[in-house]
């Protein structure tokens, strides 16, 4: 997707033509359904589109995996290979690392979450999202479940003072009122 847009620029630029860039009808329902938390729906409208192969591109995989992976963790291995593909189009989305790291976490693979929790409290950070505190809290859930945590540490690194909560639950943690839960 961004080679198209890369190239419109270009053809704009020195050419004088320009070109839309256009996605699938598919697209547009596929992500309303999606925001409805329609997993099931997603996955069988994206499973019997006629998107061309060619135009399968990040948000088709991503989609697609997300809602397998929503639908039963039992399609985790078959959501993160989904996920994968989604990447390689798209390097920069932090939803993509923030969900692949969800179902690293729930298949007990904790480096690689701890990988994906990092990648996508950066590429937030860079986006100025509020999306970082969710990844934020993850990512302390990780290092708990690890025996890693440490909340001075973590509290400079990843500026966990924006959220109360995730403050509130580093406080209950280092004053071990509930490790013996996880």
């Known amino acids: 997707m961004r080679f198209l847009?890369?190239?419109?620029?270009?053809l704009f630029l020195f050419v004088g033509c320009k070109?839309?860039?256009?996605?699938?009808?598919e697209f547009y329902?596929?992500?309303?359904?999606?925001?409805?938390k329609k997993f099931e729906k997603v996955i069988d409208l994206l499973e019997n589109s006629k998107i061309k192969r060619s135009q399968k591109t990040d948000?088709?995989?991503?989609?697609y995996g997300v809602s397998l992976y929503e639908k039963s963790k039992r399609y985790t291995r078959e959501a993160i290979e989904n996920l994968d593909i989604?990447?390689?189009f798209s390097k920069d989305i932090p939803?993509?690392?923030?969900?692949?790291?969800k179902m690293y976490f729930d298949i007990a693979e904790?480096?690689?979450a701890r990988e994906n929790f990092i990648k996508a409290s950066q590429l937030y950070k860079t986006k100025e999202s509020l999306d970082n505190k969710k990844v934020n809290l993850w990512l302390a859930?990780?290092?708990c479940k690890l025996g890693e945590f440490d909340y001075d540490d973590f509290k400079s690194k990843y500026s966990i003072n924006e959220s109360v909560y995730l403050e509130e639950f580093c406080k209950l943690y280092s004053e071990k009122k509930f490790q013996k839960i996880i």
Do not use: H, R, V
Not at 5 to 10: D, E, P, R
Not at 59 to 63: A, D, F, H, P
């Open 86 to 88: 989604a990447i390689t």
């Open 5 to 10: 847009k890369c190239l419109s620029i270009f």
């Open 59 to 63: 948000w088709y995989y991503y989609y």
């Open 19 to 25: 070109i839309k860039i256009t996605y699938p009808s």
């Open 95 to 101: 939803d993509y690392y923030f969900n692949m790291g």
């Open 110 to 112: 904790y480096e690689k």
């Open 141 to 143: 859930l990780l290092l």
């Open 29 to 36: 329902e596929a992500k309303s359904l999606f925001e409805q």
